[in-house]
T-cell receptor, first 111, second 115 residues
C-alpha cells in the first residue's frame, strides 16, 4: 500500500540545520523526491534520490535514505528565513505513473 | 516561459455551477496529472493521463471529468460544484520513461472557492 508520513511542523533558528523526516510504506518505490511549496505557489522540486542510493548531497541539501526502515530525511544546512515553506516528500514506484505525497512539514525559520 | 501553466489562478463560483480549469505544458512530457490540495495542505492525485489516455482515476466523483485533447493539454471540468470541492487544484507533468526518474513539474495552482 501507499502511505507517506511526515511530522507536521518544524521550527528552527536562522543558521541552524533543519532535518525533515519522512516514512513511507511502499517497498517498491524507485525514486523519492523532496518538493518545496512557498505560500500561494506551486510545488518546486528540490532534489531526488534513487532507491539504490543511501545519500545524496546538493549544496545545502543532504538527503539520507534508509531503505530497510523506509525512512527518508532532508537536511538543510545553514537554514535561512527564505527556507520557510512546506516541504513534501514523495515516492514513485515502478508500476504507476504517479507520485504519492507525504503530509507535508511546515518549516518555520526565525531570525 | 512557463513550463506548466494553469488558468485561471483563482476561481470563485456558486454551488451548482459548472466550471473548467485549463492546463498546458511546454516541456514535451507525455504524462500529465491533476492533484487536489485541501485546506490542510494534503496533496492527493485525482487523474493521470499518458499520451492522452486516462491511466489513473483515483475514485474521484464523476462530476469531475478530465479531457486531454493532446499531449500538451489536460483540462478539468467540474459539474454541479459543491462546497467540498473548494481546494487548490494543481496540474503537473512528467516524462513517463519506465523506471526513469519522472519527476513531476507543477503549475502554480488554481484556487477554487465554492460559495
Amino acid at each position: 500500500g501507499e502511505d507517506v508520513e511526515q511530522s507536521l511542523f518544524l521550527s528552527v533558528r536562522e543558521g541552524d540545520s533543519s532535518v525533515i523526516n519522512c516514512t513511507y510504506t511502499d517497498s517498491s518505490s524507485t525514486y523519492l523526491y523532496w518538493y518545496k511549496q512557498e505560500p500561494g505557489a506551486g510545488l518546486q522540486l528540490l532534489t531526488y534520490i534513487f532507491s539504490n542510493m543511501d545519500m545524496k548531497q546538493d549544496q545545502r541539501l543532504t538527503v539520507l535514505l534508509n531503505k530497510k526502515d523506509k525512512h527518508l530525511s532532508l537536511r538543510i544546512a545553514d537554514t535561512q528565513t527564505g527556507d520557510s515553506a512546506i516541504y513534501f516528500c514523495a515516492e514513485r514506484n515502478t508500476g504507476f505513473q504517479k507520485l504519492v505525497f507525504g503530509t507535508g512539514t511546515r518549516l518555520l525559520v526565525s531570525p | 516561459d512557463t513550463a506548466v501553466s494553469q488558468t485561471p489562478k483563482y476561481l470563485v463560483t456558486q454551488m451548482g455551477n459548472d466550471k473548467s480549469i485549463k492546463c498546458e505544458q511546454n516541456l514535451g512530457h507525455d504524462t500529465m496529472y491533476w492533484y487536489k490540495q485541501d485546506s490542510k495542505k494534503f496533496l492527493k492525485i485525482m487523474f493521470s493521463y499518458n499520451n492522452k489516455e486516462l491511466i489513473i482515476n483515483e475514485t474521484v466523483p464523476n462530476r469531475f471529468s478530465p479531457k486531454s485533447p493532446d499531449k500538451a493539454h489536460l483540462n478539468l471540468h467540474i459539474n454541479s460544484l459543491e462546497l467540498g470541492d473548494s481546494a487548490v487544484y494543481f496540474c503537473a507533468s512528467s516524462q513517463g520513461t519506465p523506471g526513469g526518474r519522472a519527476e513531476a513539474f507543477f503549475g502554480q495552482g488554481t484556487r477554487l472557492t465554492v460559495v
